[in-house]
């Protein structure tokens, strides 16, 4: 919507551009392909007025291969009337990306910088709210001086900035709505404010464990040169020059402190505009943090590129996971179910699965419980139990862990698993789920009240740890992944973690970049890089028991306990294959039958033998018909194309090839 000169209340609104309800929905999609001039009265946001901004460098004329600006979007209004004695100006802006610009805003030449303190953000106004661990809200609101506009045409711009060493790239900002009101009380008082925040970011500094302080000064005037900032902490004193230059806004200090006990006196003293200013208040230091990076890359059985490519693609990740340990013996890496280990140990030799089975035994690579990710809803129980098989054989021959499951992607759970796994000897479960379909799980914030237990419906529990997505370095820190992502995302990140019962100074990154595909060898090299600049939060690779286990032993017995689940409503996908979806169905209560009758002639006729080979191959059929895949990522957009049509082909055949092989045992 936008509005000129509407009544608002107790003051009146001068133009609103979109809606404060942080969607950029009502925005137009992709980049624009000239300069944005929207014009107020005559633009159409839904043209003319684009959602996602992307980032414009601040460099100097100096750097050589500096990133080309992009210039700023202009809003163009105007007043038919002499203005008013104060505005204001409001702007609310999603995050959306793995970074967070600040906001330059410019009013009739007149500029200013704006700093964001984003808050995470679970309303689903924008659906990267359902993937990104660091999806957030800002607000930028602010009171200017009537005399910066005039009668007629007015213009402001708006752009987003980072400084050119920190560029993440494809970073920006997206819109939510932007709004001006003619503040009729005139409040231009307190021109001048000042704020100190401690951050998650701490160095070692010799002997010294030091935090950054930041320390944001605001003001409605132009700077003076020579103006400062004095901060004490504890009794020290420290001081920084302001850079001025522009009209109003803010200014960003950081101020290395060292490590200082909570509640502890903190003063502020600034000198802008020629006012001194003080103030006085009691900090507390946060969190010495350490961030168990759980590297993994999720599996579809199809769903990205056919069956058998897929199963290249995951055979190769765990050559080249293995090659990564090697040259970095501290990472660590987590297949996503026993299926990419069944086809590593099918199509390599000897000395290669060897390899492999030796880097398992040694806790570098790790196998969770499932064969893969089912959707838990549609198998019988009897499956679900007979999807644990190939891993626990797997450790019984060599003496690999069986302690954990995990399911990715899909976001529902049916109730008899926490059952299942508890009475198979398995306690942890980890979910990274896409959350778009999956509110029940989003709005209860389950990924914020993990750990808890989840007690089955026979009182048996596992421990559970939800994660809001299954690529979470890819989305905090970009791939290849940048140090400078990560010093923006992560304070967001950790804004889950903060609530006082959350009692560890630990918590899990899990996954590291998206389904079926190359390991990016950078992610090995993430840790020791960042480590080497920071203190904390500290980052260690790690599989996903010893993580869960050490955020345990931090709670005590203070980790609560869920019952239940959200319903299977995510299975939907079966519907579109309900023939075959039957046939499995029914092949599911054949099975068993099957068994039992091959295992009773074995008892009837000693001479004979139960057909164990075949049996496995019909579970294993039965359990690939259930993995949560449904068809190509193309099936709905193109639903006869070849990719559709034989990935399709391929997922029917599991369910008829158990049918044949129940028919041939019984």
Same mark, same amino acid.
């Given at each position: 919507?936008?509005?000129?000169?509407?009544?608002?209340?107790?003051?009146?609104?001068?133009?609103?551009?979109?809606?404060?309800?942080?969607?950029?929905?009502?925005?137009?999609?992709?980049?624009?392909?000239?300069?944005?001039?929207?014009?107020?009265?005559?633009?159409?946001?839904?043209?003319?007025?684009?959602?996602?901004?992307?980032?414009?460098?601040?460099?100097?004329?100096?750097?050589?291969?500096?990133?080309?600006?992009?210039?700023?979007?202009?809003?163009?209004?105007?007043?038919?009337?002499?203005?008013?004695?104060?505005?204001?100006?409001?702007?609310?802006?999603?995050?959306?990306?793995?970074?967070?610009?600040?906001?330059?805003?410019?009013?009739?030449?007149?500029?200013?910088?704006?700093?964001?303190?984003?808050?995470? %953000?679970?309303?689903?106004?924008?659906?990267?709210?359902?993937?990104?661990?660091?999806?957030?809200?800002?607000?930028?609101?602010?009171?200017?001086?009537?005399?910066?506009?005039?009668?007629?045409?007015?213009?402001?711009?708006?752009?987003?900035?980072?400084?050119?060493?920190?560029?993440?790239?494809?970073?920006?900002?997206?819109?939510?709505?932007?709004?001006?009101?003619?503040?009729?009380?005139?409040?231009?008082?307190?021109?001048?404010?000042?704020?100190?925040?401690? #951050?998650?970011?701490?160095?070692?500094?010799?002997?010294?464990?030091?935090?950054?302080?930041?320390?944001?000064?605001? %003001?409605?005037?132009?700077?003076?040169?020579?103006?400062?900032?004095?901060?004490?902490?504890?009794?020290?004193?420290?001081?920084?020059?302001?850079?001025?230059?522009?009209?109003?806004?803010?200014?960003?200090?950081?101020?290395?402190?060292?490590?200082?006990?909570?509640?502890?006196?903190?003063?502020?003293?600034?000198?802008?505009?020629?006012?001194?200013?003080?103030?006085?208040?009691?900090?507390?230091?946060?969190?010495?943090?350490? /961030?168990?990076?759980?590297?993994?890359?999720?599996?579809?059985?199809?769903?990205?590129?056919?069956?058998?490519?897929?199963?290249?693609?995951?055979?190769?990740?765990?050559?080249?996971?293995?090659?990564?340990?090697?040259?970095?013996?501290?990472?660590?890496?987590?297949?996503?179910?026993?299926?990419?280990?069944?086809?590593?140990?099918?199509?390599?030799?000897?000395?290669?699965?060897?390899?492999?089975?030796?880097?398992?035994?040694?806790?570098?690579?790790?196998?969770?419980?499932?064969?893969?990710?089912?959707?838990?809803?549609?198998?019988?129980?009897?499956?679900?139990?007979?999807?644990?098989?190939?891993?626990?054989?797997?450790?019984?021959?060599?003496?690999?862990?069986?302690?954990?499951?995990?399911?990715?992607?899909?976001?529902?759970?049916?109730?008899? &698993?926490?059952?299942?796994?508890?009475?198979?000897?398995?306690?942890?479960?980890?979910?990274?789920?896409?959350?778009?379909?999956?509110?029940?799980?989003?709005?209860?914030?389950?990924?914020?009240?993990?750990?808890?237990?989840?007690?089955?419906?026979?009182?048996?529990?596992?421990?559970?740890?939800?994660?809001?997505?299954?690529?979470?370095?890819?989305?905090?820190?970009?791939?290849?992944?940048?140090?400078?992502?990560?010093?923006?995302?992560?304070?967001?990140? /950790?804004?889950? &973690?903060?609530?006082?019962? &959350?009692?560890?100074?630990?918590?899990?990154?899990?996954?590291?970049?998206?389904?079926?595909?190359?390991?990016?060898?950078?992610?090995?090299?993430?840790?020791?890089?960042?480590?080497?600049?920071?203190? &904390?939060?500290?980052?260690?690779?790690?599989?996903?028991?010893?993580?869960?286990?050490?955020?345990?032993?931090?709670?005590?017995?203070?980790?609560?306990?869920?019952?239940?689940?959200?319903?299977?409503?995510?299975? %939907?996908?079966?519907?579109?294959?309900?023939?075959?979806?039957?046939?499995?169905?029914?092949?599911?209560?054949?099975?068993?039958?099957?068994?039992?009758?091959? #295992?009773?002639?074995?008892?009837?006729?000693?001479?004979?033998?139960?057909?164990?080979?075949?049996?496995?191959?019909?579970?294993?059929?039965?359990?690939?018909?259930?993995?949560?895949?449904?068809?190509?990522?193309?099936?709905?957009? %193109?639903?006869?194309?070849?990719?559709?049509?034989?990935?399709?082909?391929?997922?029917?055949?599991?369910?008829?090839?158990?049918?044949?092989?129940?028919?041939?045992?019984?």
């Amino acid at each position: 919507m936008t509005t000129a000169e509407a009544q608002g209340g107790p003051t009146k609104t001068v133009f609103r551009i979109g809606t404060f309800d942080r969607s950029s929905a009502e925005f137009a999609g992709g980049s624009p392909k000239q300069p944005v001039d929207f014009i107020v009265g005559q633009s159409n946001p839904a043209k003319d007025w684009y959602a996602a901004q992307p980032l414009n460098t601040v460099s100097t004329p100096t750097e050589e291969n500096a990133p080309q600006p992009t210039g700023p979007w202009s809003i163009h209004f105007s007043l038919d009337h002499a203005p008013a004695a104060a505005y204001q100006l409001h702007i609310a802006v999603l995050i959306e990306t793995a970074s967070v610009p600040a906001l330059r805003v410019a009013i009739n030449g007149k500029q200013g910088t704006f700093y964001l303190q984003p808050k995470l %953000d679970y309303s689903s106004g924008d659906q990267g709210d359902s993937f990104d661990p660091a999806y957030s809200h800002a607000d930028v609101t602010f009171i200017f001086p009537g005399r910066y506009l005039h009668s007629g045409t007015n213009a402001i711009t708006l752009q987003a900035i980072e400084e050119a060493d920190r560029v993440v790239p494809d970073a920006g900002l997206t819109y939510d709505a932007i709004e001006l009101d003619r503040d009729a009380e005139g409040l231009l008082s307190g021109a001048s404010s000042a704020q100190i925040f401690p #951050t998650i970011f701490y160095q070692q500094q010799q002997a010294q464990l030091e935090e950054t302080v930041d320390v944001i000064v605001s %003001d409605r005037e132009r700077v003076k040169p020579g103006s400062s900032v004095e901060l004490t902490v504890a009794g020290k004193h420290y001081r920084q020059a302001l850079h001025g230059g522009q009209d109003f806004g803010e200014e960003k200090l950081a101020f290395s402190i060292p490590e200082f006990p909570v509640h502890t006196e903190a003063q502020l003293r600034w000198n802008v505009a020629g006012h001194a200013q003080h103030k006085e208040e009691f900090i507390d230091p946060q969190k010495k943090w350490t /961030l168990y990076l759980v590297p993994h890359i999720h599996i579809d059985v199809g769903y990205s590129d056919y069956q058998a490519k897929v199963a290249v693609i995951q055979s190769r990740a765990i050559d080249e996971a293995m090659g990564l340990t090697a040259q970095h013996p501290d990472f660590r890496f987590s297949l996503d179910g026993a299926w990419p280990l069944e086809q590593f140990m099918k199509t390599r030799t000897p000395a290669e699965r060897q390899r492999l089975i030796t880097a398992i035994q040694k806790q570098q690579l790790f196998v969770p419980a499932q064969y893969a990710s089912l959707l838990t809803g549609f198998p019988t129980a009897e499956t679900l139990i007979r999807s644990l098989y190939t891993s626990a054989n797997f450790s019984r021959v060599h003496g690999t862990p069986f302690n954990y499951a995990n399911i990715t992607d899909v976001p529902s759970f049916t109730w008899s &698993y926490a059952s299942i796994l508890a009475s198979s000897g398995i306690h942890e479960l980890l979910s990274g789920s896409d959350n778009y379909r999956g509110p029940v799980l989003l709005q209860g914030r389950l990924n914020e009240n993990s750990p808890f237990w989840w007690e089955g419906p026979d009182g048996q529990k596992v421990l559970f740890w939800y994660s809001r997505i299954y690529q979470q370095m890819q989305a905090l820190f970009g791939l290849p992944p940048l140090l400078s992502a990560g010093h923006d995302t992560l304070p967001l990140f /950790l804004q889950m &973690y903060e609530r006082p019962s &959350y009692r560890a100074n630990a918590t899990i990154l899990f996954g590291t970049q998206v389904e079926n595909t190359d390991l990016f060898p950078q992610q090995a090299e993430l840790a020791q890089k960042w480590n080497s600049v920071y203190a &904390y939060p500290h980052l260690q690779y790690s599989g996903f028991h010893e993580a869960l286990q050490n955020i345990a032993q931090q709670f005590g017995d203070n980790i609560p306990t869920i019952r239940g689940d959200g319903g299977p409503y995510w299975e %939907d996908g079966i519907a579109s294959d309900a023939r075959y979806a039957a046939m499995e169905r029914a092949n599911e209560s054949r099975g068993p039958s099957a068994e039992k009758l091959s #295992t009773l002639t074995s008892l009837v006729n000693p001479k004979l033998a139960a057909d164990k080979v075949d049996l496995d191959k019909m579970w294993i059929n039965m359990v690939l018909m259930d993995e949560h895949t449904w068809d190509s990522y193309n099936s709905i957009s %193109d639903p006869t194309s070849t990719e559709a049509v034989r990935q399709l082909a391929v997922k029917d055949l599991y369910a008829t090839n158990a049918q044949d092989l129940s028919r041939f045992v019984m």
